[in-house]
């Protein structure tokens, strides 16, 4: 398997991967996202890996910037969304390797924090943990039983604890329906 950064060619394998991960009802809401993202300027600089087994893409991560508001702090952040991977192709690693090797590059770069709603029993693998605890306000609100989705990872020592506030993601994320775990 090789994960790499996609390219333009990409993306109609990606939407299918997107498509097919999260089935009829949510897949086609999901790729559409991706699509925005990847033309809203907002969203840059944005990170978007695919895996690739057998010549065909299994699966996809999408990493866009985030910003934390009501702070005085400027901080790096990008946010995680989405994360796919072929139904056949789960349970293989393919979105473990996907995420690791996001926050590996994004951590090269310089980004402090990456924020992400998602399942609390997968995601603290990558030492993600409760964001709003910690100080972290999601764009909307989160259900209080949904609270343990909304997570952090700091990929510089020390930014959690000095710094907190309301995350602001892009423009095409931006929206309440995708804030709902």
């Known amino acids: 398997m090789e994960i790499r950064k996609s ?8 939407e299918i991967v997107h498509i097919q991960a999260f089935g009829e009802k949510e897949g086609p809401e999901i790729a559409k996202l991706v699509n925005d993202l990847f033309e809203d300027e907002t969203a840059s600089p944005l990170l978007s890996l695919v895996a690739v087994k057998n010549s065909k893409i299994a699966g ?5 910037k985030a910003s934390i508001t009501q702070t005085t702090a400027s901080v790096s952040a990008q946010l995680l969304a989405p ?4 139904p056949e192709a789960q349970n293989q690693g393919i979105g473990t390797h996907l995420v690791r090797e996001g926050l590996s ?30 100080g972290f306000e999601a764009p909307f609100p989160i259900a209080e039983e949904n609270a343990d989705a909304w997570m952090v990872v700091e ?3 020390g930014i959690t604890g000095k710094v907190n506030g309301k995350v602001q993601c892009a423009e095409a994320l931006n929206q309440p329906q995708y804030w709902r775990e």
């Open 7 to 14: 390219t333009e060619a990409d993306k109609s394998e990606i």
């Open 60 to 64: 996809h991560v999408l990493y866009t």
């Open 83 to 86: 994360l796919a991977v072929l």
């Open 105 to 134: 590059q994004l951590s090269e770069s310089g980004v402090a924090l990456v924020f992400v709603l998602g399942h609390p029993e997968y995601y603290p693998r990558f030492g993600f943990r409760t964001a709003g605890s910690i």
């Open 155 to 157: 990929l510089k020592e």
